[in-house]
């Protein structure tokens, strides 16, 4: 049970986009659709903003997208905004009734 | 509204045990995959443990195997955490959730002499 790798830094200045990447193996991201991201700020309870590789809940805005290339996915934040500065975690099931998370990445926005 | 309500963290001497529960409102857990995640001071998050919605075929993470359960009472529409042998490295902020969209607040457990 390894964690996802996720890179431990992410920075862009608002308006820009910015992708984390999240990879994996065949055993989970690349084999499965339940691939979810999520957004915690300090303090908070982690969002769900992605589920399923690319869908977004409802409330979560369109600069928020998913996408899944083999073994590695990825989340792009488009139109940066200032609030978006937070820490981005991906997870994904892993058979046997196994769920995994990356280690996380700390968005900031310059 | 769905709600998520953990309860039973506190401080613990190593080797010692807690009960976690989760009560939910607005969601019935046997409806649902529940989940336990964890977060340790200043780090990420991980997962502990998943109950299906039939309460059947739990799952676990190795670093808890053996040493954790999570069970339902569908009666009191909660879930429950049992936590024994505890660590010094089981310290964090225990949240239960279902599938990702409904978190609970958490619930904080710390395991110090």
């Known amino acids: 049970q390894s964690a996802l790798t996720q890179p431990p830094s992410a920075s862009g200045s608002p308006g820009q986009s910015v992708t984390i990447s999240c990879t994996g193996t065949?055993?989970?991201?690349?084999?499965?659709?339940?691939v979810s991201w999520y957004q915690q700020h300090p303090g908070k309870v982690p969002k769900l903003i992605i589920f399923?590789?690319?869908k977004r809940p409802s409330g979560v805005p369109n600069r928020f997208s998913g996408s899944r290339s083999g073994n590695t996915a990825s989340l792009t934040v488009s139109g940066l905004q200032t609030e978006d500065e937070a820490d981005y975690y991906c997870?994904?099931?892993?058979?046997?009734?196994?769920?995994?998370f990356g280690g996380g990445t700390k968005l900031t926005v310059l | 509204e769905v709600q998520l309500m953990e309860s039973g963290g506190g401080l613990v001497q190593p080797g010692g045990s807690l009960r976690l529960s989760c009560v939910a409102s607005?969601?019935?857990?046997?409806?649902?995959?529940m989940h336990w995640v964890r977060q340790a001071p200043g780090k990420g998050l991980v997962w502990v443990a998943r109950?299906?919605?039939?309460?059947?075929?739990?799952g676990y993470a190795d670093s808890v195997k053996g040493r954790f359960i999570t069970f339902r009472e569908d009666a009191k529409n909660t879930l429950y955490l049992q936590m024994d042998s505890l660590r010094a490295e089981d310290t964090a902020m225990y949240y239960c959730?279902?599938?990702?969209?409904?978190w609970g607040q958490g619930t904080l457990v710390t395991v110090s002499s």
């Open positions: 959730m279902d599938y990702g969209l409904n």
């Open positions: 607005g969601l019935t857990l046997r409806n649902y995959v």
């Open positions: 109950i299906s919605n039939d309460g059947s075929d739990p």
């Open positions: 065949s055993n989970d991201v690349g084999g499965h659709i339940w």
């Open positions: 399923e590789v690319s």
């Open positions: 997870s994904s099931y892993a058979g046997s009734h196994i769920l995994l």
